[in-house]
C-alpha cells in the first residue's frame, strides 16, 4: 500500500493498492509534488499521477520494469531550473539579487531546449535504467551496466551537473570496499534511447584506514550526496550494531605533480600544471548513536564563504543542517560542512529533561525493550519542519527553529521569516512550514513588511506576483483572532480579481488593428478619470460597441455578476458599522489596529483599498452596459421601492467611498452624508448574507502553542486553534444553511448530493463536476481546474447525502 496526506489534513489519508507484488524500496516525488515514482524489489517501476488533480485522488499511468533486479536508487531526471538563495543579499530590496537563477542544464532536451521528463533508477545488480516520457505520452527505456564489471549495488544515490550529466554514487554495503562514483550521459538517437556511462575518481572510507576503527564499523549504511545538484560532495555513515560515525567528503581539483626530469625545461607559452579530481575528507564526527535514518536539506542555500559568514552572524540556519536518527528516538542537526551539531530533538520515548550527559536516562530507556526510532526523515522545502515516520508506523512532524533554538531579537525573527515568505513566493513552494514559526502577535509585522518588499519590485514582478501575496497574506490573517476576518477580505479580493479579469477578457475592440490600449485598460484608465457619481454619464464616455456581446455568455455569468453586486451592496451596507481609523493600509488592504472593544468584521479592509473599490465600480459600469443589451444577466436586488434603481444608487454611494481612499491623493475618513446615506441602505434594499469562507479546518491554526498536538488518522481534529475564542457570527454555520460553491458562487443546498472538491490551504469548496453547458462558464471553470484561487490544490470531499 502507499498512503498519501496532506500536511493540512493528516488525518484524511488517501490509501493506494499499490500492485507491487515486492517490497516497495524507492519513493520519489517529482518538483512540482503532482507525481510519484516507486519502485519495488522486483524491479517494477510505477509513476502515479493526481486523478482530476485532486491530491487524495490517485492513479497509476506508467510503468516499467527490470524483472527480478530490486531498485537501490530512484530518481527524476533534472529539468535544468535551479535557484540560488542568498543570505547575503537577505537585506537587498530586489528580489532578484536575493534569489538568483543559477546556469543549469537539464539532463536531457526536447527541440528547442524544453527539458524532457523521465526517471532514472539504479538496481542491485549494476544496471542503470533510464525512461524517458515522449510529448505524446509514450514511454522510452534503456538499461545498461554502470561498468564493466558489474558487481553487486547495495547503496545508491543520484546527483546532476551543471552540464547535464548525471553523477551515480554506488556501493557493495562493506565499508572495506570503494565508494564508486559513475559519470551517466543519457541520449535520444534515432528515436531510441542510448546510455554511456564513465567511471569517476573513487574513494575508501577514513574510518577504514583508521588501524583503531578498521574494524569497528564493517557496513555501509546510508550514502548520500549533499544535495540533488551538488555531486561534489558526498555523506556517508558507517556503522555497527550499536554505533555509527558519519563523514562528509568533497571533490576537488588538484595538480598532478611533474617528475623531477620535466622541472627543469623551458615551459611553454600558456601550459598549465595537469590536474586531476581527487576525494578529499572534508570532516568526520566522533563515535555516534546508531545512525537509523538521514535528511538532508532542500533549501538551496548558497555556500560562499560570505554567504555562511552572514548566516553565522544571523542565525539564519535552515538549508544548512543535515538532520540525522537514532536507534535511541533522538535527532541531531549537524552543519552540513562541519559536521558540528547545530540542534537535537530527544524523542517521546526518551525523558523529557534528559540531557546529554544525564546517562541513567539513557539506561532506564534502553532496558524498556526496543526504543521509539525513526525509520524514514525528509526536511521540508525551506527547513522548517521535519517529517519521519518510526517503527511502530506513526508520522510525525516536527517544527525546526530557523535559528536552531538560538535567542533572537523579534525584529531578526521576523526578518528571516520575511527572507523565507519571500522564496515561497517567488518560487511557488507552499509556505506551510514557514507558517509553523508565525506567532499571532508577529502577524501584523509579517504581512506590513511583506507588502513593503513586495512594493520596491519592478511592475512587471509586481504583476506576475499580485494573487499570490494575497494568498501568503490570506494564511498568515488566519493564525491569529485579531486578524482573521482580514483573511476572508484577501479571499474576496482573489475572487474579485479574478472575476474583474474574466468579465474585462470578454470585451473585444470594435476595430481589429487598434493599436492603442485593449477595452480593459480603456474601461480602467476612463473610470478612474471620471470622477462622476452618475453611472449613466460614466457610461456616455466609453464605446459601448466594444461592450456588444451575445446573450448565451452573460446569461451565463450571471451568478458571478450576482457577487459582485451582492459585495459592493454589503460592503456599502456595513460601513457605519465597521470602525474607520485614519491609519495607512497595507497590502491593499488594511491590516491594522482597531479600537479597543470594536469588532473588526469582513469587509473592513476595503473600506481604505481605492484599488479594490475602483475595480468594484469599473465591473458596475460594465454591468450597466451589458444589462441594456441583456436585462437578464443584471443583478437582481429585492428593493422596497417600485421604482429604486439599484445599480445607480450603489455606483453613487460606492464612487463617494472611492474618492475617499484614491491612492493619488490623501486619504479621507467618509462624510456624515455618505454615512447616514449607507445607514439608510437596509431600508432601501435586502442586505444579502455573504458567505464567507469558513476560517480552515486545517491543523496549521492549531500548532501555535508550545505542547506537541495528537492526531488520529481518519478521525479529524476538533481542538479549536491556539488563542481562538468563540468565532465571529459570519463564520458560524448551522448545521441548516445553505451549502455555498465558492467558485461558482451558486449555492448546492444543505445535504448536497453532488460531489464537491475543498482546497487544502484556503477550504473553498466548489463542485466536482460543472452543471454548466455553456462555453463561458466553462472558460471560468478551465481556470481553476487544478489550483484554487489561492495557489492550494484540491481535495475529494464526500458527498453530504441525508
Not at 564493517?218 to 550499536?242: D, G, I
Request: some cysteine; glycine content about 8%.
Amino acid at each position: 500500500m502507499i498512503h498519501i496526506i496532506d500536511t493540512e489534513h493528516p488525518w484524511d489519508v488517501y490509501s493506494i493498492s499499490s500492485g507491487h507484488t515486492e517490497v516497495i524500496s524507492c519513493l520519489e516525488w517529482d518538483q512540482s509534488g503532482s507525481r510519484l515514482l516507486s519502485a519495488d524489489g522486483d524491479g517494477q517501476i510505477k509513476c502515479w499521477s493526481m486523478s482530476d488533480h485532486l491530491v487524495n485522488s490517485w492513479e497509476s499511468v506508467l510503468s516499467s520494469s527490470l524483472d527480478g533486479d530490486p531498485i537501490v536508487a530512484l530518481s527524476w531526471l533534472h529539468n535544468g531550473v535551479k535557484l540560488a538563495l542568498h543570505v547575503e543579499m537577505s537585506g537587498s530590496t530586489n528580489f532578484g539579487e536575493k534569489f538568483s537563477r543559477v546556469k543549469f542544464s537539464p539532463s536531457l532536451t526536447l527541440f528547442g531546449g524544453k527539458p524532457m521528463e523521465g526517471w532514472l533508477a539504479v538496481t542491485v545488480s549494476g544496471l542503470v535504467t533510464v525512461s524517458l516520457l515522449k510529448p505524446g505520452g509514450a514511454l522510452l527505456t534503456a538499461s545498461e551496466s554502470l561498468c564493466r564489471l558489474r558487481g553487486r549495488v547495495a547503496l545508491a544515490d543520484i546527483a546532476f551537473t551543471g552540464g547535464g550529466n548525471i553523477v551515480v554514487a554506488a556501493t557493495d554495503g562493506s565499508s572495506s570496499s570503494p565508494v564508486q562514483f559513475y559519470k551517466v550521459v543519457v541520449s535520444v538517437v534515432s528515436e531510441k534511447c542510448r546510455i554511456d556511462t564513465e567511471l569517476l575518481p573513487s574513494l575508501f572510507l577514513r574510518c577504514t584506514t583508521d588501524s583503531l576503527r578498521r574494524e569497528k564499523y564493517p557496513a555501509v549504511t546510508h550514502l548520500k550526496f549533499l544535495t540533488r545538484e551538488n555531486s561534489e560532495q558526498v555523506l556517508l555513515c558507517a556503522s555497527n550494531q550499536s554505533g555509527s560515525i558519519v563523514e562528509c567528503w568533497s571533490l576537488r581539483k588538484e595538480g598532478l605533480p611533474v617528475n623531477n626530469i620535466f622541472q627543469h625545461r623551458s615551459p611553454v607559452v600558456g601550459e598549465k600544471q595537469p590536474t586531476i579530481l581527487k576525494w578529499r575528507i572534508l570532516t568526520t564526527t566522533n563515535d555516534l548513536e546508531r545512525v537509523s535514518a538521514i535528511a538532508l536539506p532542500k533549501l538551496p542555500i548558497s555556500i560562499s564563504n560570505t554567504d555562511l559568514k552572514v548566516a553565522s552572524d544571523t542565525k539564519f540556519c535552515p538549508g544548512l543542517g543535515v538532520a540525522l536518527a537514532f536507534h535511541d528516538g533522538s535527532i541531531q542537526i549537524l552543519h552540513r560542512l562541519s559536521l558540528h551539531m547545530m540542534g537535537v530533538f530527544y524523542g517521546s520515548s526518551s525523558s523529557s529533561g534528559q540531557r546529554p550527559g544525564d546517562e541513567s536516562a539513557i539506561k532506564r530507556q534502553r532496558t524498556g525493550g526496543p526504543a521509539l526510532h525513526f525509520k524514514a526523515l525528509q526536511f521540508s522545502w525551506t527547513s522548517l519542519a521535519l517529517a519521519g515516520v518510526d517503527n511502530h508506523g506513526k508520522l510525525h512532524m516536527l517544527r525546526v527553529s530557523p535559528s536552531m533554538g538560538q535567542v533572537l531579537e523579534m525584529n531578526t525573527t521576523l526578518r528571516h521569516l520575511l527572507f523565507l515568505l519571500e522564496y515561497c513566493m517567488v518560487t511557488g513552494y507552499d509556505w506551510w512550514d514557514v507558517l509553523l514559526h508565525v506567532q499571532p502577535t508577529m502577524v501584523h509585522n509579517l504581512v506590513e513588511k511583506l507588502h513593503e518588499e513586495y512594493m520596491r519590485q519592478n511592475q512587471a514582478l509586481q504583476q506576475v506576483l499580485a494573487t499570490r501575496i494575497v494568498a501568503v497574506k490570506a494564511s498568515l490573517c488566519k493564525l491569529s483572532t485579531a486578524t482573521a476576518a482580514r483573511a476572508c477580505d484577501f479571499h474576496a479580493k482573489l475572487l474579485l480579481i479574478a472575476i474583474s479579469s474574466t468579465l474585462k477578457s470578454l470585451l473585444r475592440p470594435h476595430v481589429l488593428n487598434t493599436p492603442d490600449k485593449s477595452p480593459g485598460d480603456r474601461l480602467t484608465e476612463i473610470c478612474a478619470k471620471n470622477i462622476d457619481t452618475d453611472i449613466d454619464k460614466v457610461m456616455i464616455n466609453l464605446k459601448t460597441e466594444e461592450f456588444v456581446l451575445d446573450g448565451p455568455p452573460l446569461q451565463s455569468l450571471q451568478q458571478l455578476i450576482q457577487w459582485v453586486g451582492d459585495f459592493v451592496l454589503y460592503l456599502l451596507a456595513n460601513l457605519p458599522n465597521q470602525v474607520i481609523k485614519s491609519l495607512p493600509v497595507h497590502g491593499g488592504l488594511y491590516c491594522g489596529p482597531h479600537e479597543k472593544g470594536s469588532v473588526v468584521r469582513p469587509g473592513f479592509g476595503f473600506m481604505r483599498d481605492g484599488a479594490s473599490l475602483g475595480m468594484l465600480r469599473e465591473m458596475l459600469v460594465m454591468i450597466r452596459i451589458w444589462g441594456l443589451l441583456k436585462p437578464g444577466c443584471l443583478p437582481t436586488f429585492t428593493a422596497t421601492s417600485d421604482n429604486q434603481d439599484s445599480m445607480q444608487l450603489l455606483f453613487r454611494l460606492l464612487t463617494k467611498l472611492w474618492l475617499c481612499s484614491r491612492e493619488d491623493g490623501p486619504p479621507q475618513d467618509p462624510d456624515e452624508t455618505l454615512i447616514d446615506e449607507c445607514c439608510l441602505l437596509p431600508s432601501q434594499l435586502l442586505v444579502p448574507s455573504m458567505d464567507w469562507l469558513p476560517v480552515n479546518d486545517g491543523v496549521v491554526v492549531k500548532l501555535q502553542g508550545k505542547h506537541p498536538l495528537r492526531l488520529q488518522f481518519g478521525k479529524a481534529s476538533s481542538l479549536p486553534g491556539a488563542g481562538f475564542t468563540a468565532p465571529l457570527e459570519v463564520f458560524t454555520r448551522s448545521p441548516g444553511s445553505q451549502k455555498m460553491d465558492n467558485l461558482r458562487c451558486v449555492h448546492m443546498g444543505v445535504c448536497p448530493t453532488e460531489e464537491s472538491k475543498a482546497c487544502t490551504r484556503c477550504g473553498c469548496v466548489t463542485m466536482l463536476r460543472s452543471p454548466n453547458k455553456t462555453n463561458a462558464m466553462k472558460q471560468w471553470e478551465q481556470r481553476w481546474i487544478k489550483n484554487c484561487l489561492c495557489g492550494g490544490l484540491w481535495r475529494r470531499i464526500p458527498a453530504t447525502l441525508s
